[in-house]
């Protein structure tokens, strides 16, 4: 067995089932993803408590403005409710909050809310949640070129590390464990760059059921994997290096 961590210090979430999760309530989509909301919080903590660092999830993603635009209003107006429910809980409980996505095209009382969730909680510790919002892996990587090149960085300079650093999660390590809930096996352009190398865990659990079961069987999963990052097991190398 490679030896690793046995606890990622960077997991990312798709958090897919909102709709489903709804549906067989007979409740509206937006009933889902307020539950959503609720359950994102919750895996917040215990996350936190198992001792990972960095958790990253997909909230709103470059492509979901093609949903109905009622369901998309609902989702910005969500963000807006949970900041006002859950941002002095989350601030209390050492969480720093970081937003990534393209800021552009959300409005200036959403711009407002994401500073305020980001500044208030700048100092904190003890993990920090980046909240992926009007966010692609294709865009990521389109914003960092054209951020470097903006910078005056030519062809010969623009080595992996260096594009890395551009990149919206330039200051977290790239994620160990990527796990998508909701039964569907695809990243669906979340963070492309950097799950590289990522061990990915998909489960059926729709994401408003996501609790403490679902995160200890993901982190047992993660502990038994042999990570190699594209080398052989560590166990061969050592043999040929004796
Ligand atoms: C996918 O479920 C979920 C989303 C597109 C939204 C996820 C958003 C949240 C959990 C809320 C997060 C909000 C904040 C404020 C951070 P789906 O609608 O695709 O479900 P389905 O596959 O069952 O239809």
Known sequence: MDRHSPI?????????????????????????HKAGVDALVRAVDLFAERGVEYLTVFAFSSENWKRPSDEVSGLMGLVLVAVSKYLRRLATDGVRIRIIGDRDAVTDKLRAAWEEAESSTVHNTRITLSVAFNYGGRWDVVQACRR????GLGPTELTEDVLSRYTALAFAPDPDLFIRTGGEMRISNFLLWQAAYSELFFTECLWPDFGATE????????????????????????????
Do not use: C, S
């Open 215 to 242: 995160v200890d069987a993901a982190l047992a999963t993660y502990a038994r994997r042999e990570r190699r990052f594209g080398g052989i097991p560590a166990r061969e190398a050592a043999a040929a290096a004796r």
């Open 8 to 32: 990622p210090r960077h997991v990312a979430v798709v958090m897919d089932g909102n709709g489903r999760w709804a549906k067989q309530r007979y409740m509206p989509r937006f009933f889902g």
């Open 148 to 151: 470097a090149m903006a910078d």
